[in-house]
């Protein structure tokens, strides 16, 4: 490998270590919020198993905690394509 190319792939790779350090409390926010949703999700299914019945609120926490994983998830994935494109093309957008 050439030095132009390794001078290439370090910048990039601190590019990619410099945005996931920026996001760090942004992945653990929604890494929380993503695990806190799973378990109302879960305990919402077993409530309903139990009961062998639903209620609005065993429905609500069922469709508002798989609202609010499919947004965490969305963000996290968006900051891995930010990284992934980093490492691509060398550049980042904001």
């Known amino acids: 490998m050439a030095e132009t190319e390794k001078a290439i792939l370090d910048a990039r ?3 990619v270590k410099k945005l996931t350090k920026l996001h760090h409390f942004e992945r653990m ?12 999700l879960l305990t919402c299914v077993i409530i309903m ?4 019945e639903t209620d609005i609120v065993s429905l609500t926490g069922m469709f508002g905690s798989t609202g609010l994983i499919t ?4 963000r996290i994935l968006r900051m ?6 980093a ?8």
């Open 29 to 40: 926010a929604h890494l929380v919020v993503n695990i806190a949703s799973l378990v109302v």
């Open 13 to 15: 790779y601190n590019t």
């Open 87 to 94: 490492v691509i093309t060398g550049t980042y957008d904001k």
């Open 80 to 85: 891995w394509e930010k990284a992934i494109k």
């Open 71 to 74: 947004i965490t998830t969305g």
């Open 49 to 52: 198993i139990v009961r062998k």
